[in-house]
């Protein structure tokens, strides 16, 4: 499948792209041959390919949910470096 220029410069404008002419002309050979390599995959069979879910073979382990003992408020500020009343004292990360 043959990729334009102007189509180029469509999905660049969609996806917030800026690029020369010499980037867009090898852009377009780029995305050709991708779409190209979709195609010789659409030709393969897959009837009898069941689909993927996950690329991984892990599985969960679950666990029983119990209600445990928590920490209350004030031991969980107990080691707090700075606390100011209720609360952790953090420093200022966002200007």
Known sequence: MKIDKDSIKKIAHLARLEFDEGSAEKMSK?????????????????????????????????????VGRH????AGLTNAPKRDSEYFRVPKVLE
């Open 71 to 74: 920490l209350d408020h004030e």
């Open 30 to 66: 780029d995305m050709s041959q991708i779409l190209d390599w979709v195609e010789q995959l659409n030709e393969i069979d897959t009837t009898d390919v069941e689909p993927l879910t996950t690329m991984s073979s892990e599985v969960n382990v679950m666990r029983e949910d119990k």
